[in-house]
């Protein structure tokens, strides 16, 4: 066992991991965290390679699969590249298995103009949101815009994911 006093800080940023991959904690106790990022995500089961910002549905030869329907209700999360927590950590890898967030913050692959606070849905593309209409079942609502975008072009735009 071992005590330390005061604080365990590291020479340099993203210099010292806490544990290993082959040697994990059991448990840890405290009052507080921080996270650079803002997404809660666990992997999945992918049935193709996906890129961060990919809009996905349950369902597919795997656990998910890109949406590909407008407003489809099975919507799940968002791909995300960076997660600040990495739920189901150990399940294979970004290829096969990447980490799908469904909460907090995440960048988001959106077509056509929206304003801040536009609730979103699944496109017709493959893997990519549009505002929602108001005729769009409450159910296919995975995210609420966080900025503006007024291009119709397909980029990616921080959104709130699971807000309705």
Known sequence: AQTHQGDLKPSANNTINLGATNARYNNIY???????????????????????GTIVALGGVEEITKT????????????????AFRMNDGAGDDTTHPFVAFSGRVLCKVKGPVAKGDRLVSSDIPGVAVKADP?????STFGRALVSKTTEEVDKITIAIGVK
């Not at 803002?38 to 999945?44: C, G, L, Q, S």
């Open 135 to 139: 005729n769009d079942n409450w159910k």
């Open 68 to 83: 590909a329907e407008k407003a489809d209700e099975n919507v799940f999360g968002v791909i995300s590249d960076t997660p």
């Open 30 to 52: 405290g009052v507080s965290t921080s996270a650079k990022y803002a997404d809660i995500a666990e992997r999945f089961a992918a049935d193709t390679p996906m890129d961060p």
